[in-house]
């Protein structure tokens, strides 16, 4: 009865798959093993053309592609890959004419004045970066969409200074460490970014992946732009204007790419301006805005030029200072700070003081990063009843224990992480005590 099993077995007949792929909804049978008792075979499905498409995609996509990053990311990475491949087909118009007045080829010029030269315009750079960190280093991660678009825009000057620089001998040194200092602020605008872009494309924590593959992309358009800037370079060579039509061209197309890039990203943090847009329409409505509504209606230009709109002027979120200095107050502001000490409950890590129509905002030292988006958040309510005239502190604490916590629900079951509010770093915190007989 044994030998009888054991022959079955033997007899019968064994069929294995083999399957390609990360993610379960994206595989593919590469291989078909087939055991007989008298023969074995191997079937591969496919083709040859369609292995080798799959093994040089995968050096440029993440593992899992596309369920593996979220919905943005191909319309990102496309207008940033052709952004960049327009910088460095200008890059080389820009060198060109740099080592032209730097007097590459000239027998006047001497290897030691060139080397200074070139000493100053990167220890420029090398010192503009850290200034820069230290001035904004905190606020990068916050306003992730802004600084890219301004990181770009000071790539674009730093170009533009090494361009003109031949045009103006006497004043040569000042111009390209002004172009030095220029890009200097773009490669740490950039770095910090693409740190927080990268961590928002990922979705089955593959951030390294996904940084590894935005490199061999940004290695491809690099070999790219330099073979057409050289044909560019070569073609254009003893033609000046010819060369700034082609260079200023360039460049607006890689400010429109730019634009369109950021424009494409959804993201689902929040930031001052974001939650001033989502607290805005909840007060109204009831109602949370998706992602992708928000993306549309919040700023992506510079601050210098939102300013001026009407609509900016109106964003709650400017009239709220996070993280004030107490010794910084008056004597009168320090007096209602008091006030409001006194009347908050126990369990609130935060004090807000309303001062002609902006909103102050003290942090306990031991605040949590959800007690920081609570306070954040009860100032914009705040700051949103403030035109009314009513009894601030009294309808905003009336408004934060009926709705605060559905607000946060909504906002979560919306795709919005809640975890935490970016902001610049909080350096000033303080701790108040109050009578334990009260």
């Known amino acids: ?9 033997l007899s019968s007949t064994i069929v294995v798959e083999e399957w390609s ?62 952004q960049g491949l327009s910088t460095y087909i200008r890059v080389m118009l820009s060198t ?13 010029a001497t ?16 010192l ?7 001035y904004q280093g905190s606020n990068l991660d916050s306003n992730a969409k802004m600084w890219r678009l301004v990181a770009d825009l000071m790539n674009d000057i730093g170009m533009l200074m090494d361009l003109i620089s031949p045009l103006f001998p006497s004043a040569f040194v000042v111009i390209v460490c002004l172009g030095s200092l220029s890009r200097s ?15 928002h494309f990922s979705l089955q924590n593959n951030a390294a992946d996904i940084s590894a593959k935005e490199g061999s992309q940004e290695t491809m358009a690099t070999m790219i732009g330099m073979v057409f800037g050289m044909l560019l370079a070569h073609i254009t060579m003893g033609h000046p204007i010819v060369i700034w039509f082609c260079f200023l061209a360039l460049t ?21 301006e974001r939650a001033s847009i989502l607290l805005q329409h909840f007060m109204e409505t009831g109602q949370v805005l998706s992602p992708q509504r928000v993306s549309r209606m919040e700023h992506v230009l510079p601050f210098w030029t939102s300013s001026w709109s009407l609509e900016a002027a109106k964003s709650l979120h400017k009239r709220v200072h996070l993280g004030v200095r107490v010794s910084s107050l008056d004597h009168s502001e320090m007096r209602d700070l008091l006030g409001s000490a006194k009347s908050y409950r126990k369990e609130v890590k935060y004090l807000l003081m309303e001062r002609k129509t902006i909103i102050s905002v003290v942090i306990h030292k031991h605040s949590t990063a959800a007690d ?13 009843l403030v035109d009314r005239k009513l009894l601030l502190h009294a309808e905003s604490d009336l408004w934060m224990d009926k709705h605060y916590e559905v607000f946060i629900a909504k906002l979560q079951s919306a795709g919005w992480k809640t975890e935490r509010l970016l902001c610049p770093s909080i350096i000033w915190t303080a701790n108040w005590v109050r009578d334990p007989f009260e």
């Open 1 to 9: 009865m044994k030998m009888g099993k054991e022959e079955k077995e």
């Open 21 to 82: 792929g990360s993610s379960s909804t994206k595989l593919s049978r590469t291989a078909i093993l087939t055991a007989t008792p008298t023969a074995l075979s191997l079937h591969r499905s496919g083709s040859r053309f369609n292995e080798v498409r799959r093994r040089i995609l995968s050096a440029f996509v993440p593992e899992g592609f596309p369920s593996s990053v979220t919905p943005d990311y191909v319309p990102f990475q496309i207008w940033d890959s052709l």
């Open 96 to 108: 060109q004419a740099l080592l032209g007045a730097i007097g590459v080829g000239e027998k006047s």
């Open 111 to 126: 290897i030691i004045g060139a080397t200074f030269q070139w000493f100053l315009r990167d220890l420029t750079g090398m």
């Open 128 to 134: 503009g970066g850290i200034l820069f960190t230290c």
């Open 185 to 199: 602020f773009t490669g740490v605008a950039i770095g910090a970014t693409r740190a927080a872009l990268t961590q």
């Open 252 to 272: 607006m197309f890689h400010m429109y790419a730019n634009y369109r890039a950021v424009r494409c990203l959804c993201l689902t943090t929040l930031n001052g």
């Open 372 to 384: 920081i988006l609570q306070s954040f958040v009860h100032a914009l309510v705040m700051a949103n």
